[in-house]
């Protein structure tokens, strides 16, 4: 099993970013998928998640800001990123269930 996050990096407030997971060596269409983040010093928290049927799920934090959707054509799991916060400085991490990436840092500056 291997799930690879890419798409972090450095923007400034109001940017976009776009995360992707790429998986490989389980079902990627039957499994439940999500987005978490943990900030330096901080828990990890929920950013949003999406069932095998589609339906999605946000942080309030999140809500309106962020996207999440998955392309089981390509196992691909994305994190769509828009008007970016400082407070949105993490390192983020995608979860199929109950596998998790390796994470990538996203770095919002004000």
């Known amino acids: 099993v291997q799930l690879q996050a890419s798409g972090g990096g450095l923007v400034q407030a109001g940017g976009s970013l776009r995360l992707s997971c790429a998986a490989s060596?389980?079902?990627?269409?039957?499994?439940?998928a999500g987005w978490y983040r943990r900030a330096p010093g901080k828990r990890r928290e929920l950013v949003a998640t999406?069932?095998?049927?589609?339906?999605?799920n946000y942080a309030k934090s999140v809500q309106g800001r962020f996207t999440i959707s998955r392309d089981n054509a390509k196992n691909t799991l994305y994190l769509q990123m828009i008007d970016l916060k400082p407070e949105d400085t993490s390192v983020y991490y995608c979860n199929l269930v109950p596998w998790w990436g390796q994470g990538t840092q996203v770095t919002v500056s004000s």
């Open positions: 060596g389980f079902s990627f269409s039957t499994s439940a």
């Open positions: 999406i069932a095998t049927s589609g339906s999605t």
